[in-house]
């Protein structure tokens, strides 16, 4: 059974730079996709960023220029830089591991990332 844990979510000013990780404790064979969701108080959690072990990332618009996500070279364990954040960016993050043909999907536990002055 693969477990995600995630770390890296905090306090932080507006405009200023958090690094979220999530570490797979086993691996999904073949392509599969490490993916950052986040999910604001009364929103529904969305899609922020997506890394396949193919090397494909893109990040969503919203975040564009100022999040960049990367993968180990392992492909174990997902990252989200996060530049200049706005108070619009809190929320709980979520990483998502999952095979890209469906057959396996797994979700971590969910750090909290709050920008306030």
């Known amino acids: 059974q693969v477990q995600l844990v995630e770390s890296g979510g905090g306090l932080v000013q507006p405009g200023g730079s958090l690094t979220l990780s999530c570490t797979a404790s086993?691996?999904?064979?073949?392509?599969?996709?490490m993916d950052w969701y986040r999910q604001a108080p009364g929103k529904e959690r969305e899609m922020v960023a997506t890394a396949t072990n193919g090397g494909w990332t893109n990040v969503v618009d919203s975040v564009k220029g100022r999040f960049t996500i990367s993968r180990s070279s392992d492909w174990n364990t997902v990252y989200l830089q996060m530049n200049s954040l706005k108070p619009e960016d809190t929320a709980v993050y979520y990483c998502k591991y999952y095979a890209l043909d469906g057959t396996a999907n797994y979700w971590g536990q969910g750090t909290q990332v709050t920008v306030s002055s």
């Open positions: 086993g691996s999904i064979p073949g392509f599969n996709g």
